[in-house]
């Protein structure tokens, strides 16, 4: 009996040597010398400050700065709960959005759907719009959106409400990637963003479009992917090149 069982005891123990030790010790040590940036998880850094990864998205609202494509990884660019909404092109929830009552009882937005998304987009970068009821109906106390009644109002069955832009939006403007961690945004989003960002820097906007110009990557090796710009070294670079006014 141990005539059969010692071979294969060896060759466990071999095997779980070699690949479970050395060759993981070896490819470790390789890409600490070979790649040592993309190794340790490719940490963007100011100074010696660690402020986000290159591969890893991560979450800008303020108006000032450009502005990721939407993120359904946990509670947005988490890299703990990388995931997207799973969502078809067809869903009503993706497209129009839900609501839901939180703990206290509060109705809330449970996912804010691409037509809401087009909704704020529009607004915050004044892209030019038609709808079918002026926004104005749909604001809170403080003169805000009130993302709520917007849900509720384009899943009336009865009478939803239409938004059309009078410009093309970039896809990725409204909809999130399958992981949720997507650090890229096009270049024709990155473009529509500008007037905004412009304005609240005091700067012209042609000089935020050189700057996207310069920041734009190309596909890997020519064909892999599309152009592509990485938005926390793009707001890096605005932040050197044009910092905002106290």
Same mark, same amino acid.
């Given at each position: ?131 079918? !009821? &002026? $926004?104005?109906?749909?604001?809170? *106390?403080?003169?805000?959106? @009130?993302? #709520? ?6 899943? =009336?069955?009865? !009478? &939803? $409400?239409?938004?059309?832009?009078? *410009?093309?939006?970039?896809? @990725?403007? #409204? ?6 961690? =997507? ?16 304005? #609240? ?46």
């Amino acid at each position: 009996m141990w005539e059969q069982i010692l071979p294969g005891l060896r060759i466990k123990i071999f095997l779980t040597i070699v690949l479970g030790v050395v060759y993981p010790l070896a490819i470790t040590g390789i890409s600490q010398v070979v790649f040592p940036k993309q190794a340790n998880g490719s940490l963007v850094k100011a100074g010696d400050k660690v402020i986000g990864s290159e591969i890893i998205g991560q979450n800008f609202a303020k108006p000032e700065y450009f502005h990721p494509r939407p993120s359904s990884a946990g509670s947005g660019y988490d890299a703990t709960a990388s995931s997207g909404s799973n969502l078809g092109p067809t869903s009503a929830k993706l497209l129009r959005g839900t609501t839901k009552m939180d703990e206290k009882k509060n109705e809330v937005v449970d996912f804010d759907g691409v037509a809401l998304r087009v909704v704020h987009y529009c607004v915050e970068n004044e892209i030019p719009y038609e709808s079918s !009821a &002026p $926004l104005d109906q749909f604001k809170d *106390a403080r003169g805000d959106l @009130d993302d #709520v009644k917007l849900v509720k109002a384009f899943n =009336d069955d009865k !009478a &939803p $409400l239409v938004f059309k832009p009078k *410009a093309p939006i970039p896809a @990725d403007a #409204v909809t999130g990637s399958s992981s949720g961690l =997507d650090p890229h945004i096009s270049p024709a989003n990155a473009e529509a963003q500008t007037g905004r960002i412009a304005k #609240v820097r005091g700067i012209p906007a042609a000089q935020m479009k050189e700057l996207i110009a310069q920041s734009t990557e190309q596909p890997s090796l020519g064909i892999l992917g599309e152009p592509r710009v990485n938005v926390l070294k793009l707001n890096l670079m605005l932040d050197r090149r044009y910092p905002v006014r106290p």
